[in-house]
């Protein structure tokens, strides 16, 4: 058994431990997953007056660029505008409430809506009305314009947020930026894009991905490849992370006597000879930082701003309410989690992956798909994922069921939800 030695000294994310906050040990009750009334709270206090994830800056990049994204009951617009500004729009026509776009992206000169042909500029401003005389009431261009959502960027993402007296991202955002920035996931390109309709409550997705305690039962093979036990878990203020050592084994197994594939794999992908390491596999992690850092210029790459265990770890992070962070060197994997519109049975899995392209590659962005739950593969880890996830939502209807049991290991559940009934509680009711 090998302990994952941890970077001390930061080089830019720190790396240390995050004091413990006292969250108690109760029961957490099932209705936060179950009940309408539970989910219309949630809008109401929380999906509304949080910044959310809207898409990618690389999504939009040219003028009049423009995407669609939902949230619950809304559909939000963001637009390219003549300025290179990226700004969010509730994507409603202030004439008779159609939609002012209805497919998921595309380019315009002007925002027309296809009913009436109410034109409005890329800024929001309404332009043309056909038959304007026609109403008797006039039509107000401070009224009838596009209505603006608050947004912002960071780290190549457009955000939005509903709540018009919202506080700054970066305020919203927290330790995120001092954490993630040295990531560069701005540089980092999309390569995929999916959606999948998963038959649960969206914070059953959220939980399943913000504990290893599963590691051991669901995904056997990833004891083959990283330390599911020796992990750091950190809460702050909303959000929270675990550290979690890849290219090493799990202490709940032997040392292997051979190199297992998932780690022979990427040490293949960088030049190294995972030959050298049999009866060895101990000193794979460290050996492939120090190698990493040595050969980055060959590899392309520049790690000056990450610690030795960024090099080959994934630094996890979850960003309340509804974003997690598998964050890698080279590659990110995010899953966003999305509530349905009025079923708390329901969520949108959005399943994205970014990588740090080699300089030059031009390659175009990954088509959006979205199917259902099981229709298609995303691969085994995830596929193994996402079974469980239907008869968590029924089996937690059942009579017998009381509400969810944490161990210390599953704490991040508990946190987010401390995180969710501060919204709930008006915690941040006054935030401006
Ligand atoms: S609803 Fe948009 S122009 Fe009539
Ligand atoms: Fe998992």
Request: glycine residues 6%.
């Amino acid at each position: 058994m090998v302990a994952v030695s941890r970077v001390k000294e930061n080089v830019k994310t720190p790396a240390e431990k995050a004091p413990e906050p006292n969250m108690g040990d109760e029961v957490i009750p099932k209705d936060r997953y179950l009940s309408k009334e539970f989910m219309q709270l949630e809008w109401d206090r929380m999906w509304s007056k949080v910044w959310l994830d809207g898409c990618r800056e690389e999504e939009i990049p040219e003028v009049g660029d423009y995407i669609t994204t939902e949230i619950g009951n809304e559909s939000i617009l963001i637009v390219r505008g003549e300025d290179m500004k990226c700004r969010a729009f509730y994507n409603v026509c202030n004439h008779r409430g159609n939609q002012v776009k209805f497919d998921k992206c595309g380019n315009a000169k002007t925002l027309q809506c296809a009913y009436h042909y109410w034109e409005y500029a890329l800024d929001g401003t309404l332009m043309n009305i056909p038959d304007e005389e026609d109403f008797p009431q006039g039509c107000p261009r401070d009224k009838l314009s596009l209505k603006e959502v608050r947004s912002d960027t960071w780290g190549g993402f457009v955000w939005f947020n509903l709540d018009p007296n919202c506080g700054p991202l970066e305020e919203f955002l927290g330790i995120i930026p001092e954490h993630l920035d040295a990531y560069h996931f701005e540089n980092m390109k999309m390569v995929m894009n999916t959606t999948i309709e998963w038959d649960c409550n969206w914070k059953v997705s959220v939980d399943a991905f913000n504990e290893s305690y599963h590691v051991q039962a669901i995904h056997p093979e990833l004891t083959y490849m990283l330390d599911d036990v020796d992990i750091q878990i950190d809460l702050y203020e909303k959000h929270n992370r675990y550290l979690i050592g890849f290219q090493t084994y799990s202490p709940r197994i032997d040392e292997p006597d051979e190199v297992p594939e998932a780690i022979a794999e990427p040490m293949r992908a960088i030049g190294m000879n995972p030959d050298d390491y049999d009866g060895k596999v101990a000193e794979i992690r460290r050996d492939m930082q120090i190698f990493k850092r040595q050969n980055q210029d060959k590899l392309g790459r520049d790690y000056s701003e990450l610690n030795d265990d960024q090099l080959t770890d994934d630094y996890h992070y979850y960003i309340f309410p509804n974003l997690t962070l598998n964050t890698h060197s080279d590659s990110m994997m995010m899953f966003r989690q999305r509530p349905h519109e009025s079923d708390p049975d329901k969520m949108y899995w959005d399943l994205q992956m970014f990588q740090i392209l080699p300089e030059g590659t031009d390659m175009p962005l990954p088509d959006h798909e979205q199917y259902g739950h099981g229709e298609k593969s995303v691969g085994l880890v995830l596929d193994q994922d996402s079974v469980n996830v239907p008869h968590i939502q029924k089996g937690m209807k059942s009579v017998g069921f009381e509400g969810l049991w944490i161990s210390t290991q599953e704490r991040r559940i508990r946190h987010m939800h401390k995180t969710l009934m501060d919204y709930i509680n008006g915690e941040y009711a006054n935030d401006a």
